[in-house]
């Protein structure tokens, strides 16, 4: 069990100790999916959604959700991100958005989980304000495409 952080030897849950750490820029980007249907994706795309623009909505949801991660996610530390940026690719032939998030920080702990996070939210904010004209919106490919700094380096995810 040792091979987890977040468990000690006995198999107890802990914090990850990251004091004795040395803070390096740290950067992680992650990405998700939405998918719906065309009328919804014109909606979105014509900003004629009756709840407002859902893509400036989703991208300031996206970045409070990445600082806000540690309240979440019970062993995350709380930490000084210092910045976030969550942008979207209308792939207008699928009917569907990716959304990519991009966090930062020079720090002793990486920003992997602010970035899924904000990715996460984006996509269930803009799945809130589309709801009740398309219900079958479907959020998928949650992922880590890379990130860099600290002890484990960098990590890019394969193209397939």
Known sequence: MSDFTHMD??????????????????VAVAQAKISMTEDTF????????????VLETA??????AAKKTSDFIPMCHPINIGHVQVDFLPDELNH????????????????????LTAVSVAALTIYDMCKSHDRGMVISDIRLEQKSGGK?????????
């Open 9 to 26: 030897e006995k198999g107890h849950v802990r914090m990850v100790d990251v004091s004795d750490k040395t803070p390096t820029d740290r």
């Open 96 to 115: 569907a958005f990716s959304i990519t998030a991009s966090v930062r920080i020079y720090d002793r702990t990486g920003v992997e989980m602010e970035a």
């Open 152 to 160: 484990s380096g960098t990590y890019v995810r394969p193209q397939v």
């Open 59 to 64: 991208r300031i949801a996206g970045i409070m």
């Open 42 to 53: 014109q909606k979105i795309i014509n900003n004629e959604v009756r709840k407002g623009n």
